[in-house]
């Protein structure tokens, strides 16, 4: 079992946080150079965009019809949050310190499912979660970002997970892909519900 804060302890974040960042100004452009909500037939299409940077995650973004406060208010609860995820079998919120929540996961696995303690806390744009404990897991880290973009918000979501198990991080990389987008997507309707 190792804590998600080694990876930065390794000198790996520091790097990887710079091409995550330009990864990000390549999303940006993306989500700016295309329309948000292309209309087909009267039902709205949501585009999200995935990218991986090696050491930071994979990254889903989306430009997201509602204001930063609105998002964050919706997201605010963690086990609301997590349960946008179509991989999430049960969230549940343990304690609460100040800005930051303890928060227990279950997730589908490959075999049987995962669990995961991590502590969730507010950042001055979104929220940022990282591993407390898990036999499952590695690494776990988790931020979302939210900023003011037209009439909307530029939502980004960030995951870096790495399994203690011994399954190719390629495979990791793409289901995160997938699962991020949906999670994105669920998110979008979600707010569209009210």
């Given at each position: 079992m190792r804590r998600s804060d080694e990876l930065t302890s390794r000198g790996a974040r520091p790097a990887a946080r710079r091409h995550g960042a330009l990864a990000a100004a390549g999303l940006l452009a993306l989500c700016l150079a295309a329309p948000a909500h292309?209309?087909?037939?009267?039902?709205?299409?949501?585009?999200?965009?995935?990218?991986y940077a090696d050491g930071e995650g994979v990254t889903a973004?989306?430009?997201?019809?509602?204001?930063?406060?609105?998002?964050?208010?919706?997201?605010?609860?963690?086990?609301?949050?997590?349960?946008?995820?179509?991989?999430?079998?049960?969230?549940?919120?343990?304690?609460?310190?100040?800005?930051?929540?303890?928060?227990?996961?279950?997730?589908?696995?490959?075999?049987s499912p995962f669990e995961i303690d991590t502590r969730r806390c507010r950042t001055a744009k979104g929220f940022h979660e990282t591993m407390v404990s898990s036999e499952d897991f590695e690494a776990y880290d988790v931020e979302w970002t939210i900023q003011e973009l037209g009439e909307g918000s530029l939502v980004s979501y960030r995951a870096l997970n790495v399994l203690s198990i011994s399954v190719p991080q390629g495979m990791v990389v793409r289901e995160s892909k997938k699962v991020m987008a949906k999670t994105m997507k669920n998110l979008i309707a979600a707010l569209d519900e009210g």
């Open positions: 292309a209309g087909d037939q009267g039902k709205r299409k949501v585009q999200v965009w995935t990218k973004v989306a430009h997201v019809a509602a204001s930063p406060e609105t998002i964050l208010n919706f997201i605010a609860d963690g086990a609301r949050a997590h349960k946008l995820a179509p991989t999430t079998i049960k969230a549940k919120s343990l304690a609460k310190d100040g800005k930051c929540e303890k928060i227990h996961l279950t997730v589908r696995g490959l075999l």
